[in-house]
């Protein structure tokens, strides 16, 4: 190996090690993130009464989204009557 391919793979190691460092970080920040998550949505399962196993988080936020927006569009709805 020449000095010049030497000194591309020692750079290409340093920065796949400074990616690996940073990516590391982020998992572990998104993993923290995602169990506070959890723990909340079974907070909310509790208060609402319902089955975290049978009912999504995904299913959930969009029913409540589905709401959201139909309680804005009544609103909307109601203050044209007026």
Known sequence: MTKSQQYVCYT????????????????E?????YSQLEALYTDVAKFYAF???KYSMEEFFQDIK???DGFTVSGIDATCLL
């Open 12 to 27: 290409s190691l340093t920065a796949l090690h400074v990616f690996l460092g940073t990516a590391w970080e982020q998992f």
């Open 29 to 33: 920040v998104l993993q923290t993130m």
């Open 66 to 68: 589905a709401f959201k």
């Open 51 to 53: 089955d975290v196993k």
